[in-house]
């Protein structure tokens, strides 16, 4: 079992920063493959990022791609999401999630988050 909790999400103007956190409780945390899912209203949950156990790998959505940089801190048990030249359509709830595999699909991930809201207003 693992506890996934996220933090760092506000308000921000457009152009902005923000660093989202995700802690990790339970198993060994560098055993599991973690992902950024982030939905906005009235949309479904979409991929938004992922990282390999070790950090070496890393791959983004398109429309996060050159903007938002997935970290770990397997010391720390801690997954970091550093999203930079934030845009209004940013705004959604953003959840981290965690599997033993790396992947881009919500169904395949077992352990979930409660989310943390971004706004970026223009």
């Known amino acids: 079992q693992v506890q996934l909790v996220e933090s760092g999400g506000g308000s921000v103007q457009a152009g902005g920063s923000l660093r989202l956190s995700c802690a990790a409780s339970?198993?060994?945390?560098?055993?599991?493959?973690v992902a950024w899912f982030r939905q906005a209203p009235g949309k479904e949950r979409e991929f938004a990022a992922a990282?390999?156990?070790?950090?070496?790998?890393?791959d983004y959505a398109e429309s996060v791609k050159g903007r938002f940089t997935m970290s770990r801190d397997n010391a720390k048990n801690t997954v970091y999401l550093q999203m930079n030249s934030l845009k209004p359509e940013d705004t959604a709830v953003y959840f981290c999630?965690?599997?033993?595999?790396?992947?881009?699909?919500?169904?395949?991930?077992?352990?979930w988050g409660q989310g943390t809201q971004v706004t970026v207003s223009s």
């Open positions: 339970g198993h060994t945390f560098s055993s599991y493959c």
């Open positions: 990282i390999s156990r070790s950090g070496a790998n890393t």
């Open positions: 999630a965690a599997d033993r595999r790396f992947g881009y699909a919500e169904y395949q991930y077992d352990y």
